[in-house]
């Protein structure tokens, strides 16, 4: 079951020399109980194709098929059963955080609507806050409450617009948990946007790599990182700091840093290249006090990406 499907999807903004193409040609699906992960530059196309998905902007053209229904044929059925939270969510900042989330739960016809909103507010630790006004939060409070509001109506298709965006440390953990434990519960299908690589690494089943309004690549996180054919090699070394530098340039190596003791260099994943390569620093009888070896991170995938489209 496909709980989004989006074909050939189309949006530009203003006319003539101004005419921007913010989303080109998106096509992709969402199995039902997937975190699918939307990562792109600055400008890419994600909150207008998602903001095309939940209604916020009418489409130029192509096709979005949401629970399996038209959502504009099906908006009452698609919109009781989903949402969508976002950071950048404008909420009323002259009412409270419970007088918002009692708006919210009116438009999404929740029933128990006190309960829910109690629950929630326990959930994000901000039942202390719930008769404060929302202009007087602090940025990673209003980014909890715009995820209460994500959860008010149980939805079982979730738009995650950069929801964790400000959250410290451990509200970020926290929030990570309660995504996944509201996603296996719910078997909820979620679309997630973020620029934090960790987490999405974390949460999303499958990820799209969305660039200048088109989707690049559709993978899991494991495969993209297998495709960046190189390991980084971090040295510190006891001394002939020069010397090192001056044999890694002399074996073709890409060096990235060399400053004091310490050199970064990258190493293609060619067979044994890493083992040869070390095993050639210490027969040449060069000393080290610390040698790390990192493989490629979906942040190293991201740069990859981004630089080779510019
Ligand atoms: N209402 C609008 N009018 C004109 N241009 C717009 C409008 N909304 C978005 N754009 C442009 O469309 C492009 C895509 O923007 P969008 O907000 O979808 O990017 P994004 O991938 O969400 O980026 P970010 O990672 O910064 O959130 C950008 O070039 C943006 O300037
Ligand atoms: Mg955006």
Redesign the pocket.
């Known amino acids: 079951m496909k709980d989004i499907e989006v074909k050939n999807l189309r949006k530009t903004?203003?006319r003539k020399e101004k005419k921007?193409i913010?989303?080109d040609d998106v096509s992709f699906y969402v199995n039902r109980g997937e975190i699918f992960g939307f990562l792109?530059?600055?400008?890419?196309?994600?909150?207008?194709?998602i903001?095309m998905l939940t209604g916020l902007l009418k489409k130029d053209s192509g096709e979005i098929k949401l629970l399996g229904k038209d959502p504009i044929k099906d908006w009452e059925y698609v919109k009781n059963k989903s949402n969508v939270s976002t950071a950048y969510f404008p909420m009323s900042g002259v009412l409270t955080i419970r007088q918002n989330l009692r708006v919210y739960a009116g438009l999404y016809n929740v029933k128990n609507r006190e309960k829910k909103i109690d629950s929630l507010l326990e959930i994000f630790e901000l039942t202390k806050l719930g008769n404060t006004k929302v202009v007087n939060l602090s940025s990673g409070e209003q980014t909890r409450t715009a995820l209460c509001k994500g959860l008010i109506n149980d939805p079982k298709l979730l738009f995650l617009?950069?929801c964790t965006v400000g959250l410290d440390p451990d509200i970020a953990e926290k929030t990570r948990r309660i995504i996944k434990e509201y996603q296996k519960k719910n078997d909820c299908t979620i679309l997630f946007?973020s620029?934090y690589m960790y987490e999405v690494e974390e949460l999303c089943d499958r990820i799209a790599f969305?660039d200048k309004?088109n989707i690049i690549r559709i993978a899991t996180a494991d495969q993209l990182k297998k495709e960046i054919k190189k390991h980084t090699i971090e040295l510190k070394v006891k001394d002939k700091h020069g010397e090192l530098i001056k044999f890694l340039q002399d074996e073709n190596i890409n060096i990235i840093f060399a400053e004091n003791n310490t050199i970064i260099f990258d190493v293609s994943l060619e067979k044994d290249k890493i083992y040869k390569i070390l095993n050639k620093i210490f027969t040449k009888g060069f000393l080290l006090d610390d040698l790390h070896i990192k493989k490629p991170t979906l942040d190293d995938v991201f740069i990859n990406f981004a630089r080779s489209r510019k």
Do not use: C
Not at 40 to 49: D, M, Q
């Open positions: 903004f203003g921007v913010a989303v792109g530059p600055n400008g890419a196309g994600k909150t207008t194709t903001n617009d950069e946007t620029h969305i309004g």
